[in-house]
């Protein structure tokens, strides 16, 4: 397993950017597909945005398309989550996690490691 750190996380007021960080500890972290997801007290973690191998693919939640940007830096063993024009709604408490896995990565099942998470609050 890889062990996920995210950091980033801050209280702001809506239309404010935050950018999120997910450092992993492997020598290998270009082997994985990574991910964010949120997850709210009381409701079931939620999808955010994955980045393939390679950076090819990336993929978001409709809610986050055209305001949030994900991207990794292999040299620096660290994925991204640039988070723009944020809103209320985005308050969560943000995961990120690796993935050996290619396909479905969309659901958490697909990802096998996961970090602590780190709280992203944002006022109306």
């Known amino acids: 397993q890889v062990q996920l750190t995210e950091s980033g996380g801050a209280k702001v007021q809506a239309g404010a950017s935050l950018k999120l960080s997910c450092a992993a500890s492997?020598?290998?972290?270009?082997?994985?597909?990574m991910g964010w997801f949120r997850q709210v007290p009381g409701k079931e973690r939620q999808f955010v945005a994955f980045?393939?191998?390679?950076?090819?693919?990336?993929f978001y939640t409709d809610s986050v398309k055209g305001r949030f940007t994900i991207s990794r830096d292999d040299a620096k063993n660290t994925m991204y989550l640039q988070m723009n024009s944020l809103e209320p709604e985005d308050t969560a408490v943000y995961f990120c996690?690796?993935?050996?896995?290619?396909?479905?990565?969309?659901?958490?099942?697909?990802?096998?490691?996961w970090g602590q998470g780190t709280q992203v609050t944002v006022s109306s």
């Open positions: 996690a690796a993935s050996v896995k290619d396909t479905g990565l969309t659901r958490g099942t697909t990802y096998n490691s």
């Open positions: 492997t020598l290998v972290f270009s082997n994985y597909a």
């Open positions: 980045i393939s191998r390679g950076s090819v693919v990336t």
